[in-house]
T-cell receptor
Framework: DGGITQSPKYLFRKEGQNVTLSCEQN?????MYWYRQDPGQGLRLIYY???????QKGDIAEGYSVSREKKESFPLTVTSAQKNPTAFYLC?????????????FGAGTRLSVL | SQQGEEDPQALSIQEGENATMNCSYK?????LQWYRQNSGRGLVHLIL?????REKHSGRLRVTLDTSKKSSSLLITASRAADTASYFC???????????FGGGTRLMVKP
């Protein structure tokens, strides 16, 4: 069953804590993306990776970090430097790093602050 | 900054009616895509239209693109309650490295 799996579905962060959101794909896609979505808003790009061991900052990278050690995995860490982390986080992938391709999305992780 | 902006922000119609959503963007593009998002879920790709295309159909969906006006429209014909969702347009950046999404149109179809 091919697709993108995000976990956990819900996550709670305590003050000063780093948390990591998981994103795994078995579509053999080269490119992966992380977006943040606030209530009633569109998607804003946090980070993207066009190939293994390489990633680029998006529009709102401050307070976040990523790694791309394996083609199928692109975890996102929300650090304590991100002062307003409450949001819906979406991971996506596309066949190549060329942005004109179709992006396939996971079901999302909803992060809240305790 | 958002490349695409949808209009209207919200739309409420009766089942069986047509729904039209518009998207405007600012810079030249290679293609424009439309996505659908059910509440609390991920996005699902609906249709892609290239900059050299003017109209594209997929089932009950019809997309138009006017590059001179930097705008696109998504028409859903004979709407159903199951079409209730948010709809987003997305455009690629000039380098083709990423997509930029608009703020979305929230469509409610009443049975």
């Amino acid at each position: 069953d091919g697709g993108i799996t995000q976990s956990p579905k819900y996550l709670f962060r305590k003050e000063g804590q780093n948390v990591t959101l998981s994103c795994e794909q078995n579509l053999n896609h080269d490119a992966m993306y992380w977006y943040r979505q606030d209530p009633g808003q569109g998607l804003r790009l946090i980070y993207y990776s066009q190939i293994v061991n390489d990633f680029q900052k998006g529009d709102i990278a401050e307070g976040y970090s990523v790694s791309r050690e394996k083609k199928e995995s692109f975890p996102l860490t929300v650090t304590s430097a991100q002062k307003n982390p409450t949001a819906f986080y979406l991971c996506a992938s596309s066949i190549s790093g060329n942005g004109i391709g179709i992006q396939y999305f996971g079901a999302g992780t909803r992060l809240s602050v305790l | 900054s958002q490349q695409g902006e949808e209009d209207p922000q919200a739309l409420s119609i009766q089942e069986g009616e047509n729904a039209t959503m518009n998207c405007s963007y600012k810079t030249s593009i290679n293609n424009l895509q439309w996505y659908r998002q059910n509440s609390g879920r991920g996005l699902v790709h609906l249709i892609l239209i290239r900059s050299n295309e003017r109209e594209k159909h997929s089932g009950r969906l019809r997309v138009t693109l006017d590059t001179s006006k930097k705008s696109s429209s998504l028409l859903i014909t004979a709407s159903r309650a199951a079409d209730t969702a948010s709809y987003f347009c997305a455009t690629d950046d000039n380098a083709g490295n990423m997509l930029t999404f608009g703020g979305g149109t929230r469509l409610m179809v009443k049975p």
